[in-house]
């Protein structure tokens, strides 16, 4: 028996989807843990592309999917993704994918409070993807969120409404923005229930059944561990634990079930939104990575910053999460560059540090220390085994073990399923 965790190590979009869709294949189950549709995991079988936001990226191979009671679930979101997956030819029945029970709803006036926040102040953007998903954790936090249990009583509706006032004085009066149509919200909730209630079901007493069968499970991590709420570059970081803990507390099974870590890395780093980012790019190099990586946001489109890999981001990652392994992706990106840097610390105010400072005001006092490596010319997305990668890429890949004391399991070269080399499955 093995279950294993899935996170993201840098700040995000480091190829979760891909990796997630590799490894459904050998798991039962594919549960989603926090997050919302801030997300955007991109999955591409057979030149086809899927793009999910909130449904596990599992769904294409076929397994059960669970969106956990971490989840915060945008409910017209998740309608237009199951029409839109169900179109493209995948099972989303009710068979097929569950919802907790205790997961909460994005409302209309999360997303208006979110967008609302962002334009008020341009200074002191975060640059959130508008999702309303700040919001949404701040009513679970403040114990007025609503959630699918909620949506399954006629009566709630009251106290949505009841929240809904509330957020519409912020809106109008502070913000000096639209409040939102109480009346059209309300028209909304019983297609709701119509389409979502058959899904909705006690995720936990699930897993745990299915546990006791031995059956596999695979928990889908979204964003990164950077954009965690307590761990990340606060307040430049998103609003739910993106850590492999919460894996437990999202889909409410015990830390001893977990067997595997497998931490997401991009074979450089990128970030979407505002925030300190040590070895950002703004030369030609950047621009490169980006048009070749085709770095753009799979959720809101928006152009991704790029820089090289960070070795004291991922030690971090690694001791945060406890990760197991490596999957690296995107690796066929650095071809054709003459050197790659790699950093491996951080000279800041005349000292050598090795671990991300908790300070913003030091963190972008921090200047990298970088080891250069020779690159490789050869164009490595046709390349299936390990033996075949030229020697400077097999080098690049030994330091990243090297530094951070973590093995590489997984190498992606390319984003289709078969562009992947798997030294180590991690459900062996
Ligand atoms: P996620 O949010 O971590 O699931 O990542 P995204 O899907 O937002 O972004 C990753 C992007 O890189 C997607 O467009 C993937 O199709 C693509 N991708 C994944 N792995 C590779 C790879 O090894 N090489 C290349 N060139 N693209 C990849
Ligand atoms: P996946 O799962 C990259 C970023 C936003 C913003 C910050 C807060 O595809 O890796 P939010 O809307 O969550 O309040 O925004 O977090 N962000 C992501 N960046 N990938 C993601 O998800 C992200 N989800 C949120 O850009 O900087
Ligand atoms: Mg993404």
Redesign the pocket.
Known sequence: MANIVIV?TQ????G??KIVDLLAEYSDYVVRFQ??N????TMVVNGEQFISHLVPSGIIQGKTCIIGNGMVVDPEVLIQEIDYLTEKGVDVSPAQLRISDKAHLIMPYHRAM?NAREAANKKKQ??????G??PCYEDKAARRGIRFVDLLDPGFEENARLVAQEKNFYLENFYKSEPVDIGEMDARFDNFRKRLAPYVTDVSVLIDTVLREDKKVLFE????TH?DIDHGTYP?????NTVSGNACCGSGVGPKKIDKITGIVKAYTT?????PFPTELFDETGDMIQEKGAEF????G?R?RCGWIDAVMLKNAVRLNSLTGFAVTKLDVLGGLESIKICIGYSCRGERIEHFPTSLGMLSDCEPVYETVPGWKQDISGIRAYKDLPENTRKYLARIHELTETPVEIISVGPGRDQTILLNNPFA
């Open positions: 993201g700040w995000g979009d480091e979760k989807g997050g919302g801030n997300a955007g995991h979110d975060i640059g959130t993807t508008g999702r998903i700040g991590g979204a964003q990164g954009l430049y970081v998103t609003s739910s970030r979407v939104g505002k925030g946001g799979a959720t809101t928006r991704r």
